[in-house]
């Protein structure tokens, strides 16, 4: 193994908000299945998907994810109070009932350091961003993410990052995928730990120094976001709820 590999190996490669097929609120159209083949081909060592107040708990995927040598984690993106948080390491029975911050405080409380949890987008207009409450709630997040959609001047990480800078919270790279060709190019490398473990990764992303990547957005990149948002998402929403109303009639 030469210097060069050697490093690499020393780190993982992670992306921890990502949705897919099964996502119950967004209409996307790429299954898990696709998504750990791109990862595997793209070299990822650790995944999160992270669909919309749903634990993602499929034992035939993360199966399929071990035996490609991917650490795949249980996770969610729940909306407590009209705002997004991510949890990492969760089972869905522990996510029944969570609606407000003293709730996700009550689950932290019991849980300890085995779960995690980050602040996606926090100062996105769009969606479910906690803009100033992120600073009130700072004591439910391990870490802030710095979001994909970002472009030159345009870039309402850097409230973010300040917020990292202030509170000592570590910021992650992620894609926040909700079109398969969004994937890969935005991820978080974090040193290997001794274990390769759900509790060993969390514990490495609250300790260790990370390295991230999260390229300025082509114009090509902003489009298709745009075009998905106002587009392609709510056509495919009206879609299916013609669907279900012609099931029903």
Known sequence: MNPEQKRENDWLKADFHIHTLDDPKDRLNYTAHELLER?????????????????????????EAAAMGILLLPAAELRLEGADVVLLNVQ???????????????????????????????????????????????DC???????????????????????AAKYKKPLVATSDAHQLAAFGSHFTLLPRPAEMSAEAVLQTL???????????????DLFA???????????????RWVSRSRRGS
Not at 41 to 63: C, G, S, Y
Not at 115 to 128: I, K, M, N, R, T
């Open 225 to 239: 976001v745009f075009y998905f948002v106002f587009i392609l998402h709510p056509m495919r929403q009206r879609l």
């Open 206 to 220: 609250r300790k260790k120094p990370l390295r991230l990547t999260s390229p300025s957005s082509s114009w090509r």
């Open 92 to 138: 869905p029975h522990e996510i029944e009932g969570i609606a407000t911050f003293a709730d996700l405080r009550k689950l932290r409380a019991r849980r300890g350091e085995s779960l995690f949890c980050f602040a996606p987008h926090p100062y996105f207009v769009l969606g479910g961003s906690l803009g100033e409450r992120l600073e009130e709630e700072i």
């Open 141 to 163: 997040f391990d870490a802030i993410e710095i979001c994909h959609f970002h472009k030159g001047f345009f870039d309402l990480n850097r409230r973010a990052r300040l917020a």
């Open 39 to 63: 990862a595997r081909e793209q070299h990822f060592d650790v995944l999160a998907i992270t669909l919309h107040d749903k634990v993602f708990d499929r034992p035939e995927v993360f199966a």
